[in-house]
């Protein structure tokens, strides 16, 4: 005699969901063949919207290692072309582990790097800023030196119409300091203006 049929699953408290189907060998068959072709680039007839021409300046991505600069280093810095120059729009990076040294005593100095630019034809390539930061890690130099360095260095490189640098420093012997620098071109000095003006008006983070 047969006992009582067995209890479904689902019906036992604590037990697991079924797994999911397991992929295709391709792992992408059961994708929409857009994306498909997206996850597959090898046999995608999707024309990407960089050519090799554009990446040319761009040496530091897809590289095998990276080197860290020991000492500040401009030369690191790559450019990339804007696609949209008729367009003006902002760019933003938010660099929160910047470090430097105190050019008297050593000691290091820790800072949030904010970086905003309204681009012309050229933009500066993200890794490449960031080994240019880096680099930073053993210079001497004081905070409002580090903050014009940076908007000099990269005006020189891009030629923006607009960038401002803003350096928020963490406190070291009961200061901190938040050095700002700003530049444009003459289509947008009332905008350099009116940024150094909010500069002013700045409320510093509490620590």
Known sequence: ????????VSRVQGALPPPPPRLPPDGHSCLSPLASRLLNPLTSNITP???PEDLSGCSLLGAGSTTYPTDYAP???ETFPNKHPENEYVVTFNC???TSLCPKTGQPDFARIIIRYIPRERMVESKSLKLYLFSFR???DFHEDCVNIIMKDLVALMDPRYLEVHGIFTPRGGISIHPFANYADPDHRELRTRRLAEALSFTPPSH
């Open 75 to 77: 030369q690191v810095l």
């Open 96 to 98: 929160p582990e910047f």
């Open 138 to 140: 053993n210079h001497g």
């Open 49 to 51: 919207v960089r050519n």
């Open 1 to 8: 005699m047969s006992g009582p049929p067995p209890i479904p």
